[in-house]
């Protein structure tokens, strides 16, 4: 069953998440609390969740290379009790870009986060990797930890 948009400016309700859930084990790929990428489409047509093709692209990439071709039902859920607010996903998302896990965000890795999170904040679109690093470069050791990315973030959001 397909569901009209989503006003995603409010915050899911316990029962919202629940028939997000629901729809979730619906999917044809869904097993063992993931689904395949290959349904993202589905889903989110099925629980009013429109998107443009980019986005949609974007966020099947995040899917790809953080949880490898899957999405597993609880980071969506933890992903849509966040949703309402921009600020909260971004900062809580940055991690998830950490992938070599050194605490710090590389080139590449700011390169992946942007594609991604313009979707919640278009402020971030224009930015250089150079620029991140000059505005969020606290200790001035020529990186980014995912403290000074989060602190970028929040001063990017206001």
Not at 5 to 17: G, I, M, Q
Not at 38 to 63: F, K
Not at 70 to 90: A, M, Q, S, W, Y
Request: charged fraction near 30%.
């Amino acid at each position: 069953m397909l569901r009209p948009p989503r006003d995603f400016s409010k915050a899911y309700t316990e029962e919202e998440l629940d028939e997000v859930k629901a729809i979730f084990r619906t999917m044809p790929s869904y097993k063992d609390g993931h689904i395949s990428t290959t349904d993202n489409t589905l889903l989110c047509a099925s629980i009013g969740y429109m998107r443009t093709p980019e986005q949609r692209h974007a966020s099947v990439q995040y899917w790809n290379k953080n949880f490898g071709g899957t999405i597993p039902l609880d980071e969506l859920i933890k992903i849509f009790r966040i949703i309402h607010n921009p600020l909260e996903v971004t900062i809580n998302r940055i991690e998830a870009y950490d992938t070599d896990g050194d605490g710090f965000i590389s080139a590449n890795e700011f390169v992946e986060f942007i594609k991604l999170m313009v979707i919640h904040q278009p402020k971030l679109q224009d930015v250089s990797y150079e620029e991140f690093v000059k505005e969020a470069d606290i200790d001035l050791d020529g990186r980014v930890s995912l403290d000074e990315s989060r602190a970028w973030i929040q001063k990017r959001f206001q």
